[in-house]
């Protein structure tokens, strides 16, 4: 079994972190530069900075905090927000990023995700889902903030995102994001399950054993979060641990 990640998210709007529920009531969770040093120091094994307001905002991503959160990490920082071309995506990774995000403008553009993926290698290019259940083992793809049902199967998306050039795969359960609930390990197994590719699970973390159950049974490559992490619950360490007492490959 491949070493597994735990990977905290900075989900970012007018140059702060904050959190939710279910992509709504959002509070402040502090600054990202902050964050992301301390995730560095603490073992995190990735980060994920998304600016989640640049889609439905119509404008850039904040590329001056991308490139003060760049300098303080030395693990593989990946960046979304408001990617429309290729030339974003040139710019975020000149800016410092190892992976570029692409959600709402790879849905409206499939042929942005082969363009990013020849340009840059399929590495660098991770496909960001936001779904919701919306009937029995039937999830839907959601775009701009999680605001629009494209009507569109979650796991139809995955497969041609990945034909296109997709390089991994940021899975985010709208429903259990912010609840604390656990993750989506159907939706997740599903996913993981028919793409070539990592899939990273978020939505719902809440207890230790929401990491082992999402990375087993969700058959997850990586586990992402944030409530958890920012206000204090758990530490970077403290998960670890426990999936490593769980007989989970975990890079210590």
């Not at 290019?125 to 839907?140: C, E, H, Y």
């Not at 296109?164 to 609930?181: P, V």
């Amino acid at each position: 079994m491949l070493t597994k990640r735990i990977i905290p998210c900075l989900d970012m709007t007018a140059g702060k972190v904050v959190k939710g529920i279910q992509f709504i009531n959002f509070k402040n969770a502090g600054d990202p530069v902050v964050l992301a040093n301390k995730y560095d120091t603490e073992g995190a094994d990735e980060l994920v900075f998304l600016d989640i307001t640049a889609t439905v905002e119509n404008r850039n991503i904040l590329i001056d905090v991308v490139e003060k959160t760049a300098r303080q990490v030395t693990i593989p920082f990946s960046v979304g927000g408001g990617i429309r071309a290729a030339a974003d995506m040139r710019l975020l990774l000149k800016s410092g990023a190892d992976k570029v995000s692409i959600n709402t403008g790879a849905f409206k553009n499939p042929k942005l995700i082969s363009n990013c993926a020849n340009a840059f290698g399929n590495q660098c290019v991770v496909l960001s889902m936001d779904v919701r259940k919306t009937g029995s083992q039937k999830w839907n793809v959601f775009i701009n903030g999680g605001n629009i049902d494209t009507g569109v199967s979650a796991l139809v998306w995955a497969k041609q995102a990945v034909i296109q050039g997709a390089g991994e795969i940021l899975l985010t359960s709208i429903d259990n994001d912010g609840t604390k609930t656990g993750f989506d390990v159907d939706l997740t197994r599903i996913i993981s399950s028919r793409v070539s590719v990592p899939v990273i699970a978020s939505g719902g973390a809440g207890k230790l054993t929401d990491f082992v159950d999402i990375l087993i049974r969700g058959k997850a490559d990586a586990a992402l979060a944030a409530s958890v992490f920012h206000f204090g619950e758990f530490t970077i360490a403290k998960v670890k641990n426990y999936l490593k007492k769980n007989g989970i490959p975990i890079r210590i």
